[in-house]
């Protein structure tokens, strides 16, 4: 049944790959140690995977929709050798200030996709670095999950909304929870 998939939508900067601030070029793609490990235990496991990024770099004009999916392609041919990697890549070109409706922390992207793949909300996770992350994934009604490594999370882990926020070490510890329960 389409509603047992599990699925899991990754934010990339900060979380797939080292965030440098609207890098514009493949060359400036580097993984994040064991990004490339948890990726293929989550592709092993028969999940489905999203890439969910938001790119206001294009609207701000500092790099361009092109520019965007040479950098994913790059990420792309580093994560996997065995093809796509992901199911659907959904990028939010919008600036915060323009009253956005794809970017995080819009649930619209999640949303969309889980009407589209008919999936289980509860069977489905947003992983992130960043509290917009985790807001999209509450948002959205999924779970929502932190890579921790930011400096909002001391301040998001007081917040009442943080009960319902994961927050693994990395990405591995989240894939090696979710795909073999430890
Ligand atoms: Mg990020």
């Given at each position: 049944?389409?509603g047992?998939k599990v699925a899991?939508?990754?934010?990339r900067?900060g979380?797939?790959i080292?965030d440098?601030n609207?890098i ?11 990004a490339r490990e ?7 496991f ?6 969910f ?7 701000r004009r500092?790099?361009?929709?092109g ?8 990420m792309?041919e580093?994560?996997?050798?065995r093809g796509?990697?992901?199911?659907e890549?959904?990028?939010?070109y919008?600036e ?5 409706i ?9 949303v969309t996709m889980?009407?589209k ?8 996770y947003?992983?992130g670095?960043?509290?917009?992350d985790a ?12 890579i921790r490594?930011?400096s909002?999370?001391?301040?998001l882990?007081?917040?009442e909304?943080a009960?319902n926020?994961?927050?693994f070490p990395?990405?591995l510890e989240?894939?090696?929870r ?5």
């Amino acid at each position: 049944m389409a509603g047992d998939k599990v699925a899991v939508f990754l934010d990339r900067d900060g979380t797939i790959i080292v965030d440098k601030n609207y890098i514009k070029s493949p060359d400036e793609v580097e993984l994040l140690p064991s990004a490339r490990e948890a990726i293929g235990m989550l592709r092993d496991f028969g999940c489905l995977l999203f890439l969910f990024s938001n790119q206001s770099g294009v609207a701000r004009r500092l790099v361009t929709v092109g520019d965007v999916a040479a950098c994913n392609g790059r990420m792309i041919e580093l994560l996997g050798d065995r093809g796509e990697v992901f199911d659907e890549i959904c990028m939010a070109y919008e600036e915060p200030s323009a009253n956005p409706i794809w970017r995080k922390p819009s649930p619209k992207f999640i949303v969309t996709m889980v009407e589209k793949y008919n999936l289980f909300s509860k069977n489905c996770y947003m992983v992130g670095d960043k509290e917009s992350d985790a807001m999209a994934g509450i948002n959205a009604g999924i779970n929502a999950v932190l890579i921790r490594k930011n400096s909002l999370v001391p301040a998001l882990i007081d917040c009442e909304i943080a009960k319902n926020i994961a927050i693994f070490p990395s990405i591995l510890e989240f894939s090696k929870r979710l795909t073999l329960g430890t």
